[in-house]
């Protein structure tokens, strides 16, 4: 699977492959479909928001819309126990952090009219 990975703190992210996220017994995969680059998310991959360990690798992100297995599409959200959440491909989620959301088309790129 692919991921924004952040390899070094003031170099942008790149673009890499990641594991594939393994769910446990209370735990979801989720399809990301879509992730905000919020400021919260760009101090984390700079490595300056007050959550950052320097820990590295890192995904960053915290909140997104994706797909379930079965397609319900789903809004997901930073759990408080976790630090990060995934800019990849699928991520692993526990189901209170994730709530239905309306089925909405999402584009790859925006063009403009």
Same mark, same amino acid.
């Given at each position: 699977?692919k991921a924004a990975l ?31 680059? *919020?400021? /919260?998310?760009?101090?984390? =991959? &700079?490595? !300056? ?30 759990p408080p126990t976790r630090r990060t959440?995934?800019?990849?491909? *699928?991520? /692993?989620?526990?189901?209170? =952090? &994730?709530? !239905? ?13």
């Amino acid at each position: 699977m692919k991921a924004a990975l952040v390899t070094a703190y003031g170099h942008n992210p790149q673009y890499a492959d990641a594991p594939e996220p393994v769910a446990t017994e209370e735990e979801i995969v989720i399809d990301v479909l879509a992730a905000a680059l *919020a400021p /919260r998310v760009r101090s984390q =991959a &700079a490595g !300056s928001h007050y959550t950052s360990t320097g820990a590295l690798p890192l995904i960053p992100g915290v909140d997104g819309v994706g797909a379930l297995p079965d397609g319900q599409q789903v809004y997901f959200l930073l759990p408080p126990t976790r630090r990060t959440a995934r800019w990849r491909n *699928a991520s /692993r989620w526990t189901r209170d =952090a &994730a709530w !239905s959301c309306p089925k909405v088309r999402i584009r790859s790129q925006w063009r403009r009219p």
